[in-house]
């Protein structure tokens, strides 16, 4: 029977470049979209799809997020004691009770792959979870990660999360070569993985995104990977091997994605979630259509 996936890991050792000065002393996973780090949306996420136990892979100057998961006595007692219960809340229900977290460190940002294998010793010979926190997946009639989970346990296979991308954009994705094959309940199998192709040479549409479900299996293949673009134990490489040897399966998304390791999308997030808001949603639709139609911006032409 196969086994439940029960653990995610998290790769947090990336430098954040795109988001200096920003990024020089707050880790990028802790930058705020709305009112809660980026980070947290992912572990809620992760959450919500049954992971009970997360492996961090940390690096320098990224104690914040330890920090973040911590409970904070002091913040609490002064909270309890002025009756502040809506942001006592806040600090205290970040994780279930139950919620196992590891931290282990990269030692030097080498390349993802490097990351995810830093974690072996603490997922053991079990299928588990990879959340990129870069990416926030958000859809309010599914998770999506919950879904790639369900494909695991009914198959065995891996399963990596991918996204429709306009043709004229696949040179900025891994792309999935799925042959022939037709999309059944949203997955699809797949028979290759194509690192940024030219639209015309682009196997398909379907762009890996960043949440995965590995069997352990994926730590052989990583152990093996020799530095590959930009000097760097690149993961889609490692994938790559073992699709040789196992299954692999794409789960299509249905909801967004923001990817907020991009100052775009990072902007997106925070508009469409500070929309959603019932407080502050109203008034800032009314700012945007004030603002928009402005003096101000009219030089500023849509893209
Ligand atoms: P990115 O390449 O998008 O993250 O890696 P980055 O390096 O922090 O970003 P820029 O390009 O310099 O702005 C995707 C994910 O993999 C992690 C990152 O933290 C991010 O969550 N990562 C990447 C590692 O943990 N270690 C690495 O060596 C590389």
């Known amino acids: ?118 974690a072996r010793s603490v997922i053991g010979d079990e299928p588990f979870a990879v959340l990129l926190p870069d990416d926030i997946i958000y859809d309010d009639s599914e998770n999506a990660l919950s879904k790639m989970i369900d494909v695991h346990s009914q198959t065995g296979s891996n399963v990596v999360l991918t996204m429709n991308v306009p043709q004229d954009r696949t040179q900025n994705y891994g792309v999935i070569d799925i042959q022939n094959e037709q999309v059944e309940n949203g997955k699809v199998q797949a028979h290759g993985f194509v690192e940024k192709p030219k639209p015309e040479d682009a196997p398909s549409t379907l762009a890996v995104t960043g949440r995965y479900v590995f069997n352990a299996s994926i730590f052989d293949e990583l152990a093996q990977t020799k530095p590959g673009h930009g000097g760097e134990i690149q993961l889609t490489d490692a994938m790559d091997s073992l699709l040789q040897k196992e299954d692999f399966y794409g789960y299509i998304l249905k909801g967004e994605r923001f990817d907020c390791g991009d100052k775009f999308g990072f902007q997106q997030a925070n508009l469409y979630f500070a929309l959603k808001d019932e407080f502050i949603g109203p008034k800032l639709k009314e700012y945007i259509q004030t603002i928009s139609t402005s003096d101000v911006f009219k030089n500023v032409k849509c893209a």
């Open 1 to 118: 029977m196969t086994q439940k996936v029960r653990k995610a890991v998290l790769p947090v050792a990336g430098l954040g470049t795109r988001f200096l000065p920003a990024t020089k002393a707050t880790p990028k996973e802790m930058l705020t979209v709305v009112d809660k780090p980026i980070i947290q949306y992912v572990v809620e996420e992760a959450l919500a799809a049954g992971i009970e136990e997360f492996v961090f892979v940390t690096g320098r100057g990224k104690s914040a997020i330890e920090n973040h998961f911590d409970k904070p006595y002091e913040l609490v007692d002064m909270l309890e004691r002025k009756g502040k219960l809506k942001e006592l809340a806040a600090v205290t229900e970040i994780l279930p009770e139950n919620t196992k977290l590891f931290y282990t460190r990269q030692g030097a940002p080498l390349g993802l792959g490097h990351a995810i294998y830093q």
